[in-house]
């Protein structure tokens, strides 16, 4: 898979994110208006988290009942913000973005238990339905034995123009035989490997 396939996808994922964040705030703006203490309490977890964060970078071991009075007060404003959507009928998800993908977050890659970034599997099967796309195997509908045409091939016998003391129709006869004996006995270690040559286009 080409780094130029891999790139515009990780475009996608970087709008489809982004697209998640826009929605994000439009509906907290809009409950917001409506429920102006829910706003409140987002500006109060996030003044708190400030402090916090300044608490431990600045190793401040000796006022750890201080830290933990930030964290017993995010957690009462976490549960009031939690009944208030409850007691309005709103699921407690509703200000969380709403991501494509739950694994990655609309990333792409997740991190691993040895904290090393990984392709998520939702990229991986992106991956894989653009190469399935590419080998035009999703066309198998269309495109099987039970569709093949040997009627396309002439049944003139012509040693000269063809090569072969059989005619073109009885020889693709031939191969199609053995191509399907190869689909029907694909996982038999006995069976031999088909080896298509020629030019492009060639019948």
């Keep these: 898979m080409s780094n130029e396939i891999l790139n515009s996808l990780l475009k996608e994922y970087s709008k489809k994110k982004l697209k998640a964040q826009i929605d994000l705030d439009n509906r907290k703006k809009d409950l917001y208006e409506k429920i102006p ?5 987002e500006d109060e977890l996030n003044s708190i988290g400030i402090s916090t964060a300044k608490n431990i970078l600045n190793n401040n071991s000796s006022d750890n009942s201080s830290i933990y009075y930030l964290k017993e007060k995010i957690n009462k404003l976490k549960l009031e913000k939690e009944n208030i959507l409850k007691s309005h009928n709103i699921d407690v998800n509703y200000l969380k973005p709403f991501y494509e993908c739950n694994i990655c977050n609309d990333t792409g890659y997740v991190m691993d ?3 090393k970034t990984k392709m998520c599997s939702c990229l991986k099967q992106k991956l894989l339905d653009i190469s399935f796309n590419k080998s035009n195997m999703s066309n198998l509908d269309k495109e099987n034995f039970s569709t ?30 053995q191509c399907i004996n190869f689909v029907e006995n694909f996982d038999d270690p006995n069976c031999k490997n088909l080896l298509f040559t020629g030019n492009t286009g060639l019948r």
Excluded: G
């Design 148 to 177: 093949f045409n040997e009627n396309l091939f002439s049944d003139e016998t012509d040693l000269s123009k063809y090569h072969f003391n059989i005619s073109p129709r009885s020889n693709i006869r031939n191969i199609k035989k």
């Design 113 to 115: 238990s040895n904290y």
């Design 37 to 41: 203490r829910l706003m409140e309490i």
